[in-house]
Protein backbone atom coordinates (compact mmCIF):
# COMPACT_ATOMS: atom_id res chain seq x y z
CA UNK A 1 0.00 0.00 0.00
CA UNK A 2 -0.46 2.49 -1.41
CA UNK A 3 -0.53 0.50 -5.20
CA UNK A 4 0.12 2.29 -8.26
CA UNK A 5 -3.36 1.99 -8.84
CA UNK A 6 -4.89 3.41 -5.92
CA UNK A 7 -2.57 6.28 -6.80
CA UNK A 8 -3.96 6.39 -9.90
CA UNK A 9 -7.43 6.75 -8.79
CA UNK A 10 -6.56 8.84 -6.19
CA UNK A 11 -4.76 11.83 -8.46
CA UNK A 12 -7.07 11.56 -11.23
CA UNK A 13 -10.01 12.71 -8.91
CA UNK A 14 -9.74 16.48 -8.96
CA UNK A 15 -11.49 16.88 -5.75
CA UNK A 16 -7.73 15.98 -4.63
CA UNK A 17 -6.26 19.01 -5.62
CA UNK A 18 -7.78 21.82 -3.54
CA UNK A 19 -6.28 24.95 -4.83
CA UNK A 20 -4.46 22.95 -7.58
CA UNK A 21 -2.83 21.38 -5.27
CA UNK A 22 -1.12 24.50 -3.42
CA UNK A 23 -2.35 23.81 -0.04
CA UNK A 24 0.18 21.23 0.06
CA UNK A 25 2.67 24.45 0.45
CA UNK A 26 0.83 26.21 3.67
CA UNK A 27 3.40 25.20 6.49
CA UNK A 28 5.60 27.27 4.17
CA UNK A 29 3.49 30.29 3.14
CA UNK A 30 3.30 29.28 -0.48
CA UNK A 31 4.70 27.37 -3.02
CA UNK A 32 7.59 30.09 -3.52
CA UNK A 33 8.05 30.01 -0.23
CA UNK A 34 8.73 26.01 -0.27
CA UNK A 35 10.88 26.62 -3.47
CA UNK A 36 13.26 29.06 -1.89
CA UNK A 37 13.90 28.49 1.36
CA UNK A 38 13.28 23.72 1.42
CA UNK A 39 13.81 22.97 -2.19
CA UNK A 40 16.42 24.94 -3.88
CA UNK A 41 18.77 24.87 -1.43
CA UNK A 42 19.11 21.37 -1.84
CA UNK A 43 19.43 20.84 -5.38
CA UNK A 44 21.29 24.60 -6.54
CA UNK A 45 24.57 22.33 -7.32
CA UNK A 46 22.63 20.50 -10.33
CA UNK A 47 20.80 23.21 -11.95
CA UNK A 48 20.55 25.11 -14.32
CA UNK A 49 21.46 22.48 -17.07
CA UNK A 50 20.42 21.42 -20.44
CA UNK A 51 17.61 18.71 -19.61
CA UNK A 52 15.64 18.15 -16.58
CA UNK A 53 12.93 14.85 -15.69
CA UNK A 54 10.44 15.46 -13.45
CA UNK A 55 8.72 12.11 -12.31
CA UNK A 56 5.33 12.84 -10.59
CA UNK A 57 4.77 16.52 -11.34
CA UNK A 58 0.69 16.82 -10.32
CA UNK A 59 -0.17 20.18 -11.07
CA UNK A 60 2.99 21.47 -11.34
CA UNK A 61 3.63 23.14 -8.51
CA UNK A 62 7.27 22.48 -9.16
CA UNK A 63 7.41 22.57 -12.82
CA UNK A 64 6.64 26.11 -12.54
CA UNK A 65 10.24 26.66 -11.80
CA UNK A 66 11.88 23.82 -13.14
CA UNK A 67 11.12 25.11 -16.45
CA UNK A 68 12.96 28.03 -16.68
CA UNK A 69 15.94 26.37 -15.08
CA UNK A 70 16.71 23.87 -18.03
CA UNK A 71 16.44 23.92 -21.90
CA UNK A 72 14.13 21.07 -21.91
CA UNK A 73 11.97 19.76 -19.30
CA UNK A 74 9.79 16.36 -19.55
CA UNK A 75 6.99 15.79 -17.03
CA UNK A 76 5.80 12.08 -16.73
CA UNK A 77 3.01 11.12 -14.31
CA UNK A 78 0.61 8.77 -14.18
CA UNK A 79 -2.13 10.72 -13.63
CA UNK A 80 -4.03 11.66 -16.76
CA UNK A 81 -5.69 14.65 -15.40
CA UNK A 82 -2.09 15.58 -13.49
CA UNK A 83 -0.75 15.66 -17.38
CA UNK A 84 -3.66 17.96 -18.46
CA UNK A 85 -3.69 20.42 -16.01
CA UNK A 86 0.09 20.83 -16.37
CA UNK A 87 -0.36 21.50 -20.40
CA UNK A 88 -3.10 24.07 -20.03
CA UNK A 89 -0.94 25.83 -16.90
CA UNK A 90 2.33 25.75 -18.61
CA UNK A 91 0.58 26.00 -22.14
CA UNK A 92 3.10 29.24 -22.81
CA UNK A 93 6.21 27.44 -22.37
CA UNK A 94 7.87 26.13 -25.34
CA UNK A 95 10.64 23.70 -23.66
CA UNK A 96 7.68 21.37 -22.15
CA UNK A 97 7.19 17.19 -23.19
CA UNK A 98 4.39 15.62 -21.12
CA UNK A 99 3.76 12.34 -20.53
CA UNK A 100 1.50 9.93 -19.15
CA UNK A 101 2.86 6.69 -18.61
CA UNK A 102 1.89 3.26 -16.40
CA UNK A 103 3.52 4.15 -13.17
CA UNK A 104 7.14 2.82 -14.15
CA UNK A 105 7.32 3.26 -17.15
CA UNK A 106 10.53 5.58 -18.86
CA UNK A 107 10.57 4.21 -22.33
CA UNK A 108 9.67 7.86 -23.91
CA UNK A 109 12.85 8.79 -22.39
CA UNK A 110 16.23 8.40 -24.96
CA UNK A 111 18.95 6.84 -22.80
CA UNK A 112 21.99 9.01 -22.17
CA UNK A 113 19.60 12.09 -22.22
CA UNK A 114 18.92 13.12 -18.31
CA UNK A 115 21.03 15.69 -16.78
CA UNK A 116 18.80 16.27 -13.54
CA UNK A 117 15.92 13.92 -12.58
CA UNK A 118 13.86 15.19 -9.79
CA UNK A 119 10.73 14.53 -7.60
CA UNK A 120 8.95 16.29 -4.40
CA UNK A 121 6.34 15.21 -2.08
CA UNK A 122 4.97 12.35 -4.93
CA UNK A 123 7.17 9.28 -4.62
CA UNK A 124 6.56 9.09 -1.31
CA UNK A 125 3.13 7.86 -1.75
CA UNK A 126 5.33 5.04 -4.15
CA UNK A 127 6.47 1.43 -3.24
CA UNK A 128 9.47 -0.39 -3.52
CA UNK A 129 8.68 -1.71 -6.83
CA UNK A 130 7.93 1.40 -8.45
CA UNK A 131 10.76 2.45 -6.96
CA UNK A 132 13.54 0.19 -8.40
CA UNK A 133 11.60 0.01 -11.82
CA UNK A 134 12.37 4.02 -12.16
CA UNK A 135 15.81 3.58 -10.60
CA UNK A 136 16.89 0.69 -12.80
CA UNK A 137 15.97 2.91 -16.04
CA UNK A 138 17.62 6.44 -14.54
CA UNK A 139 20.82 4.46 -14.72
CA UNK A 140 20.38 4.27 -18.70
CA UNK A 141 18.67 8.00 -19.41
CA UNK A 142 21.17 9.15 -17.01
CA UNK A 143 24.06 11.55 -19.05
CA UNK A 144 27.22 10.35 -17.64
CA UNK A 145 27.32 12.97 -15.00
CA UNK A 146 23.45 12.98 -14.51
CA UNK A 147 21.93 13.10 -11.12
CA UNK A 148 19.15 12.22 -9.39
CA UNK A 149 17.11 14.38 -6.09
CA UNK A 150 13.70 11.90 -5.03
CA UNK A 151 11.92 12.48 -2.30
CA UNK A 152 10.63 8.99 -0.85
CA UNK A 153 9.01 7.36 2.28
CA UNK A 154 11.35 6.29 4.87
CA UNK A 155 8.07 5.00 6.83
CA UNK A 156 9.01 0.89 6.66
CA UNK A 157 11.63 1.90 9.19
CA UNK A 158 8.42 1.94 11.52
CA UNK A 159 7.72 -1.20 10.39
CA UNK A 160 8.09 -3.34 13.30
CA UNK A 161 5.67 -6.21 13.17
CA UNK A 162 2.51 -7.49 10.97
CA UNK A 163 0.73 -5.04 8.53
CA UNK A 164 -2.29 -5.32 10.92
CA UNK A 165 0.07 -4.62 13.66
CA UNK A 166 1.85 -2.02 12.39
CA UNK A 167 -1.49 0.03 11.35
CA UNK A 168 -2.51 -0.26 14.88
CA UNK A 169 0.50 0.82 16.49
CA UNK A 170 1.18 3.73 14.23
CA UNK A 171 -3.02 4.96 14.72
CA UNK A 172 -2.16 4.63 18.38
CA UNK A 173 1.27 6.92 17.62
CA UNK A 174 -1.17 9.38 15.98
CA UNK A 175 -3.24 10.10 19.25
CA UNK A 176 -0.77 10.17 21.67
CA UNK A 177 2.76 11.64 19.96
CA UNK A 178 1.36 13.10 16.56
CA UNK A 179 2.91 10.76 14.49
CA UNK A 180 0.93 10.20 10.94
CA UNK A 181 1.79 8.59 8.03
CA UNK A 182 0.54 10.54 5.44
CA UNK A 183 0.04 7.87 2.84
CA UNK A 184 3.25 7.02 2.56
CA UNK A 185 4.78 3.93 1.43
CA UNK A 186 5.22 1.28 4.60
CA UNK A 187 7.78 -0.40 2.77
CA UNK A 188 10.02 1.61 1.49
CA UNK A 189 12.99 2.25 3.52
CA UNK A 190 16.14 5.31 3.40
CA UNK A 191 17.87 1.57 3.79
CA UNK A 192 16.55 0.38 0.69
CA UNK A 193 16.59 2.81 -1.20
CA UNK A 194 20.31 3.03 -1.25
CA UNK A 195 20.33 -0.76 -1.73
CA UNK A 196 17.82 -0.07 -4.82
CA UNK A 197 20.10 2.26 -6.36
CA UNK A 198 23.60 0.11 -5.96
CA UNK A 199 21.65 -2.50 -7.66
CA UNK A 200 21.34 -0.20 -10.54
CA UNK A 201 24.64 0.29 -10.66
CA UNK A 202 24.47 3.85 -9.55
CA UNK A 203 26.27 5.86 -6.35
CA UNK A 204 24.36 7.47 -3.69
CA UNK A 205 26.09 10.30 -3.00
CA UNK A 206 23.54 12.14 0.45
CA UNK A 207 20.57 10.81 2.21
CA UNK A 208 18.14 13.37 4.68
CA UNK A 209 15.87 11.28 6.53
CA UNK A 210 13.23 14.12 7.66
CA UNK A 211 9.95 14.32 9.69
CA UNK A 212 6.75 15.83 7.96
CA UNK A 213 4.06 17.09 9.56
CA UNK A 214 5.16 14.84 12.17
CA UNK A 215 6.71 14.65 16.25
CA UNK A 216 10.55 15.39 15.37
CA UNK A 217 10.92 11.49 16.09
CA UNK A 218 9.40 10.10 13.60
CA UNK A 219 11.38 10.37 10.29
CA UNK A 220 8.86 8.84 7.95
CA UNK A 221 10.25 10.67 4.75
CA UNK A 222 14.18 10.77 3.50
CA UNK A 223 15.57 12.97 0.32
CA UNK A 224 17.97 10.82 -1.53
CA UNK A 225 20.97 12.33 -3.65
CA UNK A 226 22.14 9.68 -6.41
CA UNK A 227 24.57 9.15 -9.45
CA UNK A 228 26.52 7.45 -11.96
CA UNK A 229 29.41 5.77 -10.38
CA UNK A 230 31.42 7.34 -12.93
CA UNK A 231 30.22 10.80 -12.64
CA UNK A 232 32.02 13.84 -11.73
CA UNK A 233 29.47 14.15 -8.64
CA UNK A 234 30.53 10.94 -6.87
CA UNK A 235 31.62 10.53 -3.81
CA UNK A 236 31.24 8.12 -0.54
CA UNK A 237 27.41 8.79 0.68
CA UNK A 238 26.56 11.21 3.44
CA UNK A 239 23.88 10.95 6.02
CA UNK A 240 22.04 13.45 7.82
CA UNK A 241 19.34 13.03 10.57
CA UNK A 242 16.87 15.88 10.30
CA UNK A 243 14.11 16.10 13.03
CA UNK A 244 14.05 20.17 13.38
CA UNK A 245 12.66 19.72 8.71
CA UNK A 246 9.49 20.87 9.86
CA UNK A 247 10.56 23.97 12.60
CA UNK A 248 12.80 25.21 9.18
CA UNK A 249 9.24 25.31 7.29
CA UNK A 250 7.91 27.63 10.41
CA UNK A 251 10.87 29.46 10.39
CA UNK A 252 10.47 30.32 6.62
CA UNK A 253 6.83 30.98 6.85
CA UNK A 254 7.70 33.56 9.51
CA UNK A 255 10.66 35.01 7.72
CA UNK A 256 9.09 35.57 4.60
CA UNK A 257 6.84 38.40 4.35
CA UNK A 258 10.02 40.54 5.66
CA UNK A 259 12.26 39.33 2.93
CA UNK A 260 10.51 36.94 0.12
CA UNK A 261 8.00 39.35 -0.71
CA UNK A 262 7.61 43.18 -2.64
Not at 61 to 83: A, F
Not at 90 to 118: C, E, H
Not at 144 to 155: K, M, Q, R, T
Not at 213 to 226: E, K, Y
Request: one cysteine or more.
Amino acid sequence: MPTIEENRIVWNNSQQWTDNGEIWSDSWGSPDNQWVWTILPRIHRYIPTERILEIAPGFGRWTNYLKDLCKELIVVDLSELCIQRCRERFSSATNISYYANDGKNLDMIPDKSIDFAFSFDSLSHAEPDVIEAYLAQLARKFKPNGVGFLHHSNLGAYRLFSEQTTKMLHFALSKTLGFNTLWRSRNMTSEKFADLVDKAGMQTISQEKINWHNNRHFLIDCFTVFTQKSSKWARPSRALVNGKFMQEAHRSKTLFPLYGQA
